[in-house]
């Protein structure tokens, strides 16, 4: 009698090491309840890597799948195969949904987790003319670019910072947002009183990792309550559009999950939060990612246990991104906080031709809507953008009697690093950044092979290859 092996095996894929980054094949296999990548260097030996704890939501995500939206334009042609092509190469299955376009390596924290390895010695600013030609790039790739991030470093410390955003009002983007750590905008109200005029479509990205002081100095190296205080309290007045972002370490803030969204939820100016699990690139101190990181999963599950908005049914897999995004909507109406999610058939998230939502599934929240809403017809036939409502977008489009204000949104935003690295999965990479040589290039293979000198071990491993080819 044949013995079985102690998992189920489910599919092959390639990865790469996480000592050399060469790339390797991977098996995804079922055990104990979790799902893990198993991988095997010739050099380095075995890895296995936790992807899910959560086998169904995991299974979940392969069905929430719709067709890839291209490009206008490919930047790179395939040679070496993914993720050495980047890009975007033609082997890429989906368009930016968000592109970062970072103007400075400068900033006025050094914080001791950081993908870009920013700190204030480093002090080189993009001229104007590099970022037209950046901004150009994203536009000629994109057409009307969705959204475009203006990063860093800390992008606030430009010294053309509002010339910049006038460039990107110029061009058909439809939404801009600030990636900061909200130190200017806590110490000069007239900076975020300024910022405000370029709403709508302007949204600040903030970075808010926690409300204890010790987490802040672990992951930021300094006790920045007061500054997220102030910072709120300045984009409060101007009701300035905010994200709250928080980068999650396991066992340190993973426990503030659901503080931070009923505090997001008590602010005016916050539309949602998104958390971001550590990933493992760029600087980082004290971190162990055998002990450290953190699945989708787990931060679905942890936004369920602690939110008391959220339930299993309203955290949803995004359909461009399925294994890396997750995302919640909810209301914000007359002190109520109304979850639309679980509102949602899942087959209408997979049917190409539908364009709308219609809010028909349970009576009780219909009925709230009508009475809050007070529109004079059923909110059976009020209607959500299907693309606004379930892509990582800021939601744009909405019923007459609902505002940007009303929206509420949790996101789920996992980056791949060299230990879960899955070229199946990143070739489905959605959230991208501008290259300053025009291209553009997903997060996940940017922060591991693309930044800085990285390039160099890049240049080594393709050399390997046409070597090993020849």
Known sequence: MPKNRPYLYHELTNSICSTCYRKVEAKIIEENGRIYMQKRCLIHGP????????????????????????????????????????????????????????????????????????????????????????????????????????SGGEPTTHPDFFEILDMCKARPIKHIMVNTNGIRIAKDREFVRRMADYMPGFEIYLQFDSMEASVLKELRGADLRSIREQAIAHLNEFNLSTTLVVTLK??????????????????PAVRG???????????????????????????????IDQSGVFNSDDILPVPCHPDSLAMGYALKLDGEV???????????????????????????IRGKLFELLSTGHSPVSSALSLKSLLCCLPLAAVPEHIVYDNVFRVIIMQFLD???????????????????????????TYNMFYRDDKEKILEDLKQEITTAWQ
């Open 47 to 150: 890895e296995k890597v936790l992807i899910s704890t959560d086998v169904d939501y995991y299974h979940r995500t392969r069905e929430f799948i719709k067709p890839s939206e291209m490009p206008q334009i490919w930047n790179t042609p395939i040679k070496y195969g993914c993720p050495y092509d980047c890009g975007l190469c033609p082997d890429h299955e989906q368009h930016s949904c968000l592109t970062l376009l970072e103007i400075t390596d400068h900033c006025n924290l050094q914080c001791p987790i950081c993908f870009a390895e920013s700190s204030p010695h480093r002090t080189s600013y993009r001229s104007l003319e590099q970022i037209a030609f950046m901004l150009d790039r994203i536009v000629e790739n994109e057409g009307e670019p969705d959204i475009v991030q203006i």
């Open 250 to 267: 396991k066992g340190l803030n993973d426990q503030e999950i659901g503080t931070i969204i009923q505090y997001g939820l008590e602010q």
């Open 273 to 303: 939060v998104t958390i971001q699990p550590i990933q493992a690139a760029g600087r980082l101190e004290g971190y162990d990612p055998s002990t450290d990181r953190l699945t989708v999963s787990e931060v679905r599950q942890m936004i």
């Open 338 to 364: 109304l979850p639309l999610t679980r509102m949602i058939d899942p087959q209408i998230l997979l049917e190409g031709d539908s364009n709308t939502i219609v809010f028909e599934n349970d009576p009780i």
């Open 418 to 444: 060299a230990y879960n690295f899955d070229v199946r999965s990143v070739k489905k990479s959605c959230v991208h950044i501008a290259h300053p040589d025009g291209r553009i290039i997903p997060f996940d």
